[in-house]
């Protein structure tokens, strides 16, 4: 039971901070959604790769976020 509360609760979470990650638009679109897509895309892979499409999606969002702060753009914390 718990471990099923976890993993709803996990998948609202994604779906917020992607909602948010859209709202602000400091990311590319596809960063939201593929935050809100990635968990439920995952659970169905399961075995079949299900962890590689979760660990690929955020290796790429981490690259996005390094890449955009060394090549000068504005700082992410910066107001628009």
């Not at 994604?14 to 400091?26: D, E, N, P, W």
């Not at 959604?33 to 962890?51: F, K």
């Not at 979760?54 to 753009?73: D, E, M, N, P, Q």
Request: charged share 5%; no cysteine.
């Amino acid at each position: 039971l718990l471990l099923l509360l976890g993993l709803v609760g996990m998948l609202l979470g994604f779906v917020l901070l992607g909602i948010a990650t859209l709202r602000a638009g400091v990311l590319p679109q596809w960063a939201g959604v593929a935050l809100i897509l990635v968990l439920p895309v995952s659970a169905l892979l399961g075995d079949s790769g299900g962890g590689l499409v979760f660990g690929i999606v955020w290796l790429v969002l981490g690259y996005v976020l390094l890449s955009a702060r060394t090549l000068g753009s504005r700082s992410l914390g910066e107001p628009s």
